[in-house]
């Protein structure tokens, strides 16, 4: 007769540490200086801000978006892109570089 008596220990080591493991690890999964809610209240208040504005019809006129916000990159990147979008929608044709555009939105 054979006797195991590790076999109950080494049974409830592995089931506490597959529980458990996963609570002590971290990881960071953006790059962004900003938190989950400071993001959100940016993304909100320029969406809000540009549901404001209203744009001429710029039927068939390219628009170049320049932004000068003192922000980061990603905040940058996100107004830009609103304010493309919202271009877009009063008709304009976003440009990819200034030289090629009508008219330069800053």
Do not use: W
Request: aromatic share 6%.
């Amino acid at each position: 007769m054979r006797c195991r008596p590790f076999l109950p220990l080494t049974v409830t080591a592995a089931l506490l540490l597959a529980v458990f493991g996963g609570c002590s690890t971290t990881r960071r999964i953006t790059n962004s200086t900003n938190t989950g809610l400071q993001q959100l209240l940016t993304t909100e208040a320029v969406d809000r801000a540009l549901a404001k504005m209203s744009f001429p019809n710029l039927g068939g006129r390219s628009v170049y978006v320049e932004v000068g916000a003192p922000a980061d990159c990603g905040e940058k990147e996100y107004l830009r892109r609103a304010v493309a979008a919202k271009l877009a929608e009063a008709g304009a044709t976003v440009a990819h570089r200034h030289c090629d555009a009508d008219y330069l939105a800053t």
